[in-house]
């Protein structure tokens, strides 16, 4: 439904559930929306992934839409391998922290990331997670000024899945 073969899909409904509108954000591809959050201005930020690159791994993918689920903004964000992103939290009116998995030249592997975005998708700063075999965050939450995740490792057997956590101040 929509561009591609899948793509981020909006639905508007008012109190009672009743449908009001429908919008669908992607490219020729596939793209998956895996969290969102409501902006301060009733907006809406989406984060996932498309695969709708010139090698057809996966990007990272953003959409900033205002309360009619019009587009403010679009960013792809990735590499030449897969790279995710799997969760979102607001920190104020115009911060965000955002997580998921992107691959590592300097390693690699893939590793688990944390950003802080701005509500105008400025990049503030990127923190990475995994220093041997592949790291990969599922899910976020702040708590008492932290941020803690969660997500899976095989460092320790690349064959076999181990939990991670985190706790980033």
């Known amino acids: ?37 409501m902006t301060a201005d009733t907006g809406i930020l989406m984060v996932g992934e498309t695969n709708s690159t010139i090698n057809s791994n996966t990007d990272m993918y953003l959409v900033r839409t205002d309360q009619n689920g019009d587009t403010l903004w679009t960013k792809r964000i990735g590499t030449e391998f897969n790279d995710k992103l799997t969760s979102i939290h607001t920190l104020d009116d115009s911060t965000y922290y955002v997580a998921g998995s992107m691959y590592s030249a300097d390693s690699l592997n893939i590793k688990g990331c944390v950003m802080k975005l701005h509500d105008n998708g400025t990049v503030l700063w990127t923190k990475y997670y995994g220093n041997k075999g592949n790291t990969y965050i599922n899910d976020i939450h702040l708590h008492n000024s932290e941020i803690v995740g969660v997500g899976y490792t095989d460092k320790y057997h690349p064959s076999r899945l181990y939990e991670f956590y985190f706790r980033l101040d």
């Open 1 to 37: 439904y929509g561009n591609g073969g899948y793509d981020y899909y909006l639905i508007k409904t008012d109190e009672a559930g009743n449908f009001e509108w429908e919008k669908t954000y992607g490219f020729e591809q596939w793209e998956r929306v895996n969290d969102a959050v």
